[in-house]
């Protein structure tokens, strides 16, 4: 398998102007995570989806982020207007969980390369 | 005071050496991940556990569950372990058992 793949992996542009960032799972995967990186704050967990479906978007900044998922194969992150304290890595992730016999959800999360968001 | 922490912050060490990096939580957990950043960003998941302790090659991790504290030991350290070590646990707060919260990370410095 390829791994998570996301598009671009570098992305300069303007204060103002939209942003679409992309992400392609891992195949059969039923999880998929949006993080940001910055030197300040780290990483933080943005958003993320099981089987398509939004389950947690406390970690969304603000109403200018916004994240879908249409298909299982595909998701996007989108900024507008964006700013430049957006400025950061951002990553997806995608696992396959399950669960053990004790009742705890686990799984291992796969990391794409980032896309390196730079707002002037 | 964040919920998870790493230390130390930054370690340098000499090819060879044995290293221990350290990670404390506040919060009820279902798991704890140890990843690895290279310089170039990527990032790879190390380990994931939720009891006891794990070996892969040079590395190994330990988890007390009672203590909330997790340790990453590298035998034999080499310059290419150079990389940032997060620790992230999957918390139990609120239901949400598949949301990630992370440590600062650690960056290690590993000279020849």
């Known amino acids: 398998d390829a791994g998570v793949i996301q598009s671009p992996r570098h992305e300069v542009t303007e204060m103002g102007q939209e942003v679409t960032l992309r992400c392609k799972p891992i195949s059969g995967h039923d999880y998929l995570f949006w993080y940001r990186q910055t030197m300040m704050r780290g990483l933080e967990l943005l958003i993320y989806f099981n089987n398509n479906v939004p389950i947690d978007d406390s970690g969304m900044p603000e109403d200018r982020f916004s994240a879908k998922m249409p298909n299982a194969s595909f998701s996007t992150l989108k900024i507008q207007p964006s700013e430049p304290r957006d400025s950061a890595v951002y990553f997806c992730?995608?696992?396959?969980?399950?669960?053990?016999?004790?009742?705890?959800?686990?799984?291992?999360?796969?990391f794409g390369p980032g896309t390196r968001l730079t707002v002037l | 005071k964040n919920e998870v922490e790493q230390s130390p912050q930054n370690l340098t060490a000499q090819e060879g050496e044995f290293i221990t990096i350290n990670c404390s939580y506040s919060v009820g957990i279902s798991a704890l991940h140890w990843l690895q950043q290279h310089p170039g960003g990527g990032i790879v998941s190390l380990f994931m556990l939720s009891s006891g302790k794990k070996k892969h090659g040079r590395l190994i991790a330990t988890i007390n569950i009672q203590e909330k504290h997790s340790s990453l030991h590298i035998t034999a350290s080499h310059p290419r372990d150079s990389a940032v070590y997060i620790c992230?646990?999957?918390?139990?707060?609120?239901?949400?058992?598949?949301?990630?919260?992370f440590g600062t990370g650690t960056l290690l410095a590993v000279q020849p």
């Open positions: 992230a646990v999957r918390s139990v707060k609120g239901g949400a058992t598949n949301k990630l919260i």
């Open positions: 992730a995608s696992s396959l969980s399950w669960t053990l016999a004790w009742g705890h959800t686990v799984d291992t999360q796969y």
